[in-house]
């Protein structure tokens, strides 16, 4: 392969893709080894607001200057994708991998390197929720691009190798197998009910009330009946909608709200846990997904690590009861 460069492999026997990236071995680490990740040395960040110099999208007052800003995007300095990609060399022919184009951008969250997501106000995560719809639109306007994937990685259990909050985008050249599992289960169900499955689990969780852990009139927040990892969180909108990137303000606020009192019941019960969360949401050139695909976000807490069992089997042994995590939830004052 391009010696730097990323490459796309296809696992014929998983039915899913690879992302070699040997640039990611250079990636620095600003955690240090002793300390988690408290305490860590903002005149050591890259992230700080004079440090930055370059820039791919930034919210800001009118007439600010440059290094005032609430939320910035900013090229990945490692990325798993470049835009720019050469072309693969031959000589591999009884495998199929692609050339790795793609996009991979850092959102900095707040210039504030102390302050936790879980920590912003209702208007600071409505920024950054307007950031991820607005680069979202923007990376989908590229016809290369099939997928885009917001997610973020708090502390370094769950993947961060920064201090300062920051989430991510990645723009990739095909619609990754987890999502393309989601469309089809959607559709099948579909086709069978002519409903969507999500709209319908919804409906079921808001009856029963056994996993719910909080709803605003348009946003709810559940642990699912088949939580792969104990207190996952997924917050859904309440209407049918299949896209993030087309939410209005209004909904953006409700999501905001929604989602702050999902992290903060996070933070409380479990003192303060890393974390990944992702939104899954459809890829717009997909054929009457529309009909069938329901967008979410998902939480993920990193408190079991995944062992032979999970990797062998695909089984996920989660020690938590969802409806044990939801009533904890559920119980947590904010
Ligand atoms: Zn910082
Ligand atoms: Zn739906």
Known sequence: MSKGRSEIRYNYLLDTWVIVAPER?????DFSQSSQSENVDPSRCPF????LSQEVFALREEGAKPDEWRVKVIPNKYPVLRKETLPLEKGEDFYSAIEGFGVHEVVIDTPDHFKRVSDFSIGELKDLLSVYRERMRELYSDRRVKYVLVFKNYKRE???????????????????TAIRKVIEQSRKYYLKVGRCYLCDELSFELKERKRVVYENTSFAVYCPFYSLFPFELRVMPKFHSCDFSKLND?????????LLKALKKLYRALDDPPYNLYIHSSPPLFPQSELFFHWYIEIVPRLTV????????????NPVPPERAATTLSEVKL
């Open 25 to 29: 071995q250079n990636r620095p680490h």
């Open 48 to 51: 700080e607001p004079k440090a």
């Open 158 to 176: 769950a993947g961060a190798s920064i201090f300062h909050p920051h989430s991510q985008m990645i723009a990739l050249p095909l619609v990754p």
């Open 250 to 258: 209004e909904h953006l606020e409700g999501l905001a709200d929604a």
């Open 306 to 317: 995944q062992g032979g069992l999970e990797l062998g089997s695909g089984f996920y042994v």
